[in-house]
């Protein structure tokens, strides 16, 4: 018996340790991306124009590809998509 508590107390700290370095690991990637919007739109009057004009998830990057006859423009981030969705 206590043998088993021991190891469902040991076993609960583990996966709490793994939950808060997930949880610092993906604060620390919001941040990051949002620092890195700040600059790729040219501070916060760029970042908040291009999300109010364009309707646009701001935080978006990647190269300009080409746009079509409607006028719809298309980009590719091979770095924070998985492929078949990077386009």
């Not at 206590?2 to 996966?15: C, D, K, P």
């Not at 916060?44 to 999300?51: C, I, S, V, Y």
Request: a positive charge; proline letters at 2%; zero cysteines.
């Amino acid at each position: 018996v206590q043998l088993t508590s021991w190891f469902l107390a040991e076993s609960s700290r583990v996966w709490a340790k793994i939950v808060k370095r997930w949880l610092v690991a993906m604060v620390y990637h919001v941040v990051r991306t949002f620092q890195a919007a700040l600059k790729y739109r040219g501070g916060w009057k760029g970042l908040l124009e291009h999300m109010y004009t364009n309707g646009d998830y701001p935080f978006k990057f990647g190269t300009f590809i080409g746009s079509d006859a409607a006028g719809n423009r298309y980009y590719e981030n091979r770095v924070d998509y998985p492929f078949g969705q990077h386009r």
